[in-house]
């Protein structure tokens, strides 16, 4: 914000700029009749050093669950052709579903077979496992690994940096 003193002299056609400043606005309020700022300087230990941080195996983008979610870095498709449990059907390993009754998780198949003729109690923890008749469903999420984008297809767009070595953290 800049605030800016003017001044008209008298007899002069234009108005002269006596003083500026320039502030940062750090909060804001109001009531009924006006709008109160509080103007100053940001504080520099306030802000975040360094700015990111470098893991190795360690995806640093936000999953991208449904087409709900926006996450553009992430850009994970699958479970937006998940299709919905059904009933002694054959799957195979990859296969992606959603129980009949929504419940915000989608589930993998990681080991093929045929379903039971009655949907199973579907787990809501993040990784968990299910048995269904011959088929082993997991919870499709991230996990933030080079191997959970590499089992979902999506380690091109994997946000860590295996170049690091397992050293573990670099600051930048």
């Not at 108005?15 to 103007?39: C, M, N, P």
């Not at 690994?145 to 953290?169: H, K, M, V, Y």
Request: charge should be negative; include cysteine.
């Amino acid at each position: 914000m800049t605030i800016r003193v003017v001044a008209k002299p008298v007899g002069e056609p234009d108005y002269l700029e006596a003083e500026s400043w320039t502030y940062d606005i750090l909060g804001t309020h109001s009531d009924a009749e006006y709008v109160y700022f509080t103007l100053g300087a940001p504080n520099p230990l306030s802000k975040r050093f360094p700015l990111y941080r470098y893991i190795a195996f360690n995806c640093r983008w936000r999953f991208r669950l449904d087409s709900s979610i926006v996450a553009p870095e992430c850009n994970y498709l699958g479970n937006d052709s998940a299709i919905t449990w059904t009933p002694s059907t054959i799957i195979e390993v990859g296969t992606i579903v959603h129980p009949v009754t929504a419940n915000g998780h989608y589930y993998r198949c990681i080991k093929q077979g045929t379903t039971y003729g009655v949907e199973p109690t579907w787990p809501t923890t993040i990784g968990a496992t299910v048995t269904d008749n011959d088929v082993v469903w997991i919870e499709n999420y991230c996990k933030k690994s080079l191997q959970n984008c590499q089992d979902l297809d999506n380690s091109e767009r994997f946000g860590g940096f295996p170049g690091l070595g397992s050293g573990g953290i670099r600051l930048a």
